[in-house]
C-alpha cells in the first residue's frame, strides 16, 4: 500500500495535488541534493499549474501519457517528470503524483513506460490510501 499526503490543497489551488510519500517526496529530496535548482524550479511549476488548475494549463505541461496517467513536465526545460493520476477523473481537482524521476531523453526508454504501467496498476488496484498531514 502506497501512502499519500497533501502537498498542495486549499482554497489557493483549482487542483490539489498529493504526493506519494516513498515514492515521490523521497525522491525528489534525493536528487534536491545534487539539483537543488532544478527540482526547486519543478515544484514550483507543479505549484503553478495547481493554481492554474491542470485542467487549463498547456499540454506541454501536464500531458497526457496513456492508461489513465498524466505527467507534469516542462517539455522544454530540464527532464524531470512527476506522473500521476487524477482521483476524480474529469473533474481533474486533485491529482496524485505516484512517481518523480528524471528522463535520459526526449524519446520514452522501456523503462519509462513501464513506470506508467506501474501508476496506473496503483490506481486500478487502488494500492493508495491517503493519509493526513
Known sequence: MHEVEPVLEGSEYQTDVWA???RVLVAMEKLRKKKALLVDRFFKLIKKCAVASFGNVPTNLVR???????AIGDRHGPLLR???????????????IMDF????????REAEKERIVQVAQIRDKRQWV???Q
Request: charged share 20%.
Open 20 to 22: 506519494a510519500t516513498e
Open 101 to 108: 524521476y528524471e528522463k535520459h531523453g526526449q524519446k520514452p
Open 64 to 70: 497526457y501519457e496513456g492508461n489513465g496517467v498524466y
Open 130 to 132: 491517503r493519509v493526513s
Open 82 to 96: 512527476a506522473s500521476g493520476f487524477y482521483v476524480d477523473g474529469q473533474a481533474k481537482q486533485t491529482f496524485v
